[in-house]
């Protein structure tokens, strides 16, 4: 299962840089599906620590609760995924402006 984790990490993004330059209109998907995705996982974040600062809960481990909601891992994989995945955009796009200049 771990090897699947990294391996997918590795993976997925350079899948998602090489659709996006077959069909240009994935990168917008791409970027509207991280903002959507960055919201849950800030909204759910901020609420469960309000919620433990409402409650006066001392103790930390209950906002470790946080990992046993899907949304919030589905979100933040994607939202790992997708900056894996610009900066693999970023790489590429400054080694092509590179080319042109020696």
């Known amino acids: 299962m771990k090897l699947i984790l ?3 990490s590795i993976i997925v993004p350079i899948i998602m840089v090489a659709l996006q330059k077959k069909w240009l209109k994935l990168r917008t998907f791409f970027t509207i599906a991280a ?9 759910i974040a901020s609420i ?15 906002i470790h609760g946080i990992f046993l909601n899907p949304y919030f891992l589905i979100s933040g994989a994607y939202l790992g ?6 900066m693999l955009l970023r ?12």
């Open 48 to 62: 469960a620590i309000f919620n433990i600062i409402k409650d006066g809960t001392v103790f930390m481990t209950k």
């Open 81 to 86: 995924m997708y900056f894996l995945y610009s």
């Open 6 to 8: 990294v391996a997918g």
């Open 35 to 43: 903002i959507i995705t960055a919201l849950i996982f800030g909204n």
């Open 91 to 102: 790489v590429l796009d400054d080694n092509k402006k590179n080319a042109g200049t020696h």
